[in-house]
């Protein structure tokens, strides 16, 4: 009976995205398509984003819920793999390079921040309670948001995400 989990566990493999290579003295695995998964995660929040806009805009009050609750699961499961595979792997390959280990740094607690208000715009308005004072209140600070983020996916892409190279490139 237990034959079956020992064989489904032999057949295991790693995750085909990750490869040899790990940062120094860890067993971080470097991704060679990390960069692109999290450009599309950018594109994928960006997309949900306008489509809470756009309901929005047209009244669609009732299904803003659930739209916020999917756009923070989406937000939620980047942030935790930028986390996990992006800054954990920078922190350690980067230990030669103070610079940029700072500016790393910088972006990963700026990310907390925005993190923050992000999660407490989503719980504030992930409710089904809408008066003509909170659908005001909701636009303008949806569009502070907006900016926000936009901001923050040009930078990372330009700044942050070119820093994620193979360990053998930091030698």
Known sequence: MFGFFKRKKKQETPPPAATGSTAPNT???????LVDQLHQDHQQLLEQFGQIKALAEEGAYDRLPDALREFGDMLRGHLLTENVKLYVYLQHVLTNDPENAE???????????????????????????WGEGRKKQFLGELEEIGKVLVKRIETEEKILYPLYLPPEDYA
Do not use: C, N, W
Not at 104 to 126: C, D, N
């Open 27 to 33: 067993q971080i695995h470097y991704h060679p398509d």
């Open 103 to 129: 500016l790393m740094q910088g972006f990963r607690t700026e990310m907390r921040g925005i993190s923050k208000a992000v999660t407490r715009f989503l719980e504030h308005y992930s409710v089904d309670d």
